[in-house]
């Protein structure tokens, strides 16, 4: 709303000027890891047990789902949409693994075949959202909160339909050891190195592909990605399909890690996805975010839920506690913005 | 809008006066009509009064919310707040009424009165608070109402530990929350209210015109010199209040307070005003529309409680529905533009 004064300032300013939004914009990349070392050590004050090895280890298992959902979050953020459905569609997607894993090995199947026709089938799943999404918010140009509204009232159907509303139990043990319990390098559990790697090649791909490079183009400004001829709409049906392949692979990652199909497990991760991303920097205008912004917010909101649990804080405070944060969040990233 | 805003030359055909109405009201009355058919014919209980009894109840609430949520669409907003001001009301009012029950023995209306301001008090605040950091700290609506939202629903459950509050005055339930005047529920007066001031609201007063000008333009209109962020603010407070009000009715409907009511209700407003063609870019909606998406939306829900298809099974449906309203909408919008 201001940005007509700002750009005007900015014209105007002098080499002092520069400096000191310089110095400002060092000071906000800055700000977010210097907030999550002094929380841990005040924290650390009244409680060690936060920096103890066992629960330093804790807190990366526990971000590397979120910070699975938070960067598929981001890939559609950056196109300047969201995705709503993500929760749903991680319930649905943990239900629909469980029930295929738990059938074929109750049919006698190879372990082989049932791990991979589980990650087959989640993936499959995963891929049908995101081509849902991306194809009516591209193609038809409906607004991304409608069509992502739609697409997560139908997962949540689906998750409760077709696991009659309870939990599958019993997924294969072998799903779980791929995806939880084993190691690929020996000490580091699992999933940090699964969400390390995911985070490397999405660096990769946002910041060295012309697919990525274009998804900023498309939320900065959409008119000029079209005028400079970017296949826009076919990219931002990938950016919806690279999302909702994301997702799909944490929620492939938590049903191994539960050894069961939830159909409650995504509720609240929709709302913590954006939370993290945006907290992070990631702005919802579109156009501005990357890996390392959601790591950073991903770490945050693990490790103040971390902190307030090891405090004792009750849930329903930790909510209120989480929305301040959210407001907080945005409001320096609003200044960090406009004044930078 | 464009109907209205051409209205000089008289229509010459029937035909061009059936699609000149049609341009004007859109596919949404249409659509409701021929589906209230196909239901009269095809469900047998469906026009039984006590059917339509439910449905109009049902949609009172909805339709209440739903108008709050078009405000605040139109000046290029989002609430995702609304259902905890619900649970916040529901909470409060009911606590207040039942902190006073001994005290205030011999009158309930007091009573009352007491719960319904403390109730009205809970949106105004979280509207207040929606509208300042909108309007001055101009964060962005879906995140500051995603914090109210987490902010609200953890006091509704802080409050209550997540147990029904009880000891609400009897007539406050029996008069208001499930009493019937001249045969028809309380709340679809109530309903029927609210949409009659919001339309002669949005027709003809200046704040209707404000409005819709901050939605259209912010820049245009600040510069035309509507005080844009006394505006937004109100848009907040009011859009807050309605989910108030409609959280009152529900707690009397109810006979308790409770934390968590409707979970869905926030995202039902945004689908009943998006489907009556409400822009979410902002400055377009009208509350007419906007409260027949909403019966349309519980009419169907109705339907198909009737059929007795699962409500799991329900979600897809409503959620096919709503993205193909609005592509449907998004079409006849684009064949207009080409004409």
Known sequence: MSDVNVSGTSLASGPRQAERRNTLRWGFTLLLPLVIVAMELAVSLVEPRVLSPRNVVNILVQSSYLLLFASAQMVVILTGGFDLSLGMAVSAISVATALVTTGLAAAGTPMWLVVLAGIAVGLGFGLLVGLFNGLFVSWLGINPFVVTLGSLNICYGLATTISGGRPVFNVPDAFSRLLYDGNFIPEIPIPITLAAVVALLLYLLLDHTVFGRSLYLIGNNPRAAHLAGLPSKRYLTLAYILCALLAAFGSLMLTARTGSGEPNLGGSLMLESIAAAVIGGVSLQGGIGGIVPVILGTLFVTMLSNAMDLLEVGGYVQQILLGCVIIGAIFLDRIRVTRT | ?339
């Open chain 2, 1 to 339: 809008m464009a109907g209205d805003s051409t209205g000089g030359a008289l229509p010459t055909s029937p035909f061009e006066r059936i699609s000149r109405s049609y341009n004007a009201a859109g596919f949404l009355p249409v659509l409701l009509t021929v589906l209230v058919i196909a239901f009269a014919i095809f469900i047998p209980n469906f026009l039984a009064v006590q059917n339509i009894l439910n449905v109009l109840r049902s949609s009172s609430y909805l339709v209440i919310v739903a108008a709050g949520q078009m405000l605040v669409l139109i000046v290029g907003g989002f609430d995702l707040s609304q259902g905890a001001v619900v649970a916040l009301t529901s909470v409060s009012s009911a606590l207040v009424m039942a902190g006073l029950k001994d005290t205030l023995a011999a009158e309930p209306g007091l009573i009352i009165l007491a719960g319904i301001l403390a109730g009205l008090a809970c949106g105004a605040v979280v509207g207040l608070v929606n509208g300042v950091c909108v309007a001055f700290l101009r964060i962005s609506p879906f995140m500051v109402t995603l914090g109210t939202m987490s902010i609200g629903t953890g006091f509704a459950l802080l409050l209550t530990s997540g147990i029904p509050v009880y000891g609400m005055p009897k007539s406050f339930v029996d008069g208001f929350g499930r009493g019937l005047w001249l045969q028809l529920p309380v709340p679809f007066y109530l309903a029927a209210a609210i949409v009659a001031v919001m339309w002669l609201m949005q027709n003809y007063t200046r704040m209707g015109r404000y409005i819709f000008a901050i939605g259209g333009n912010i820049q245009a209109a600040i510069i035309s010199g509507v005080p844009a962020k006394t505006y937004l603010i109100l848009a907040y407070v009011m859009c807050s209040m309605l989910a108030s009000i409609s959280g009152l009715a529900l707690t009397a409907q109810i006979g308790s307070g409770q934390a968590v009511i409707n979970p869905q209700l926030t995202l039902e407003s945004i689908a009943a005003a998006v489907i009556a063609g409400v822009s979410i870019k902002g400055g377009v909606g009208r509350v007419e529309m906007v409260a027949l998406g909403a019966i349309l939306l519980l009419t169907l829900t109705d339907a198909m409680d009737l059929l007795k298809i699962d409500p799991r099974i329900q979600a897809i449906f409503l959620g096919i529905i709503v993205v193909l309203a609005v592509a449907l909408d998004e079409f006849s919008k684009r064949r207009a533009a080409l004409v």
